[in-house]
């Protein structure tokens, strides 16, 4: 009897009351799949004090990733889960975008870019696709002052040309009023393809070789990276790419830009991707040994 008391005592202790103290920190509800998730955050804090004597608060801190990149996956599953309709999922998930995006930028990641739509989505039902075009233009406005205040500069990708005309008009007014700022940059990937934004290059490319503005032997990967449509950011390459929902592959998504990406693939659901599940994402990524090809 006396043993199952200390038993139960010690999970108590080393478990329990950890997890109580992460969770209302990280505001995040107490449940048995959180108390899994938070037990794991309460280890690596372990971890990472042990290693305070090796590993300093500079060098942590350039080991942050400068872009993030993210594919939102798991809304609809989301909703289904929780017996709503496809619409609040895609709201939950929305919600989501605004408080991440702003936490990443509190920690001093510079970019984030999100796979908002891709070409593919277009296959989805039209009441759904007309609604998440809606959504988008409801975002880009409602958000505006936020952006504004706090210096986040907003830039949106993809093939324009098939977006309806007032989603077109939204995405000119965020890009507008927020282009002076320089430091956090949020890319939304609209009806993105990254076969199309490589085949968009090479014909940019094609066309200047043709007007003899550039020549064959100018052709290098610099100048691709220039016709592609992340080049209006510092870092356009992410250093950690993270999908949610545990599926594992990036869905046409920066196939260019990911050649040497950490791929980061958490089985949770987009909307439920809280801070705790971040911050363990950027843990794994800062203990991630990256060689890009070379040996050291």
Same mark, same amino acid.
């Given at each position: 009897m006396l043993s199952l008391l200390s038993i139960g005592l010690t999970f108590l202790g080393l478990i329990i009351i950890p997890c109580l103290f992460i969770s209302r920190r990280l505001s995040v509800p107490l449940s048995f799949t959180n108390i899994c998730r938070l037990n794991k955050i309460a280890s690596s804090q372990g971890n990472d004090e042990e290693e305070s004597g090796t590993i300093g608060k500079k060098e942590k801190q350039e080991r942050m990733p400068k872009h993030v990149a993210i594919i939102l996956d798991g809304n609809r599953r989301w909703a289904k889960k929780q017996g709503r309709e496809t619409a609040e999922g895609h709201e939950a998930g929305a919600r989501r975008v605004v408080e991440l995006a702003k936490e990443f930028f509190n920690l001093g990641i510079n970019i984030v870019s999100l796979f908002a739509f891709s070409t593919e989505n277009w296959g989805r039902p039209e009441d759904e696709v007309n609604y998440l075009m809606s959504m988008f233009e409801k975002f880009l406005k409602s958000e505006i002052p936020s952006f504004q205040s706090l210096k986040i500069k907003i830039s949106i990708i993809g093939n324009r040309t098939s977006l309806p005309e007032s989603l &077109?008009?939204?995405?000119? +007014? @965020? +890009? +507008? @009023?927020?282009? =002076? #700022? +320089?430091? $956090?940059? &949020?890319? &939304? @990937?609209?009806? #993105?393809? =990254? $076969? #199309?934004?490589? &085949?968009? @290059?090479?014909k940019n490319i094609a066309e200047k070789a043709k007007n003899e503005l550039i020549q064959v032997e100018d052709i290098d990967e610099k100048l691709i990276d220039k016709e592609l449509m992340t080049s209006c950011s510092e870092f356009p390459n992410p250093d950690l790419l993270i999908r949610t929902s545990g599926e594992q592959r990036i869905s046409n998504f920066f196939l260019w830009q990911s050649a040497y990406t950490e791929l980061y693939f958490p089985n949770v659901l987009w909307p439920d991707f809280v801070k705790a599940d971040y911050l363990q994402a950027l843990t794994w990524y800062q203990q991630r040994d990256r060689r890009f090809g070379r040996r050291v």
């Open positions: &077109l008009g939204a995405i000119l +007014e @965020a +890009e +507008e @009023a927020t282009k =002076g #700022y +320089e430091e $956090r940059h &949020l890319i &939304l @990937a609209i009806n #993105y393809s =990254g $076969r #199309y934004d490589i &085949l968009q @290059a090479c």
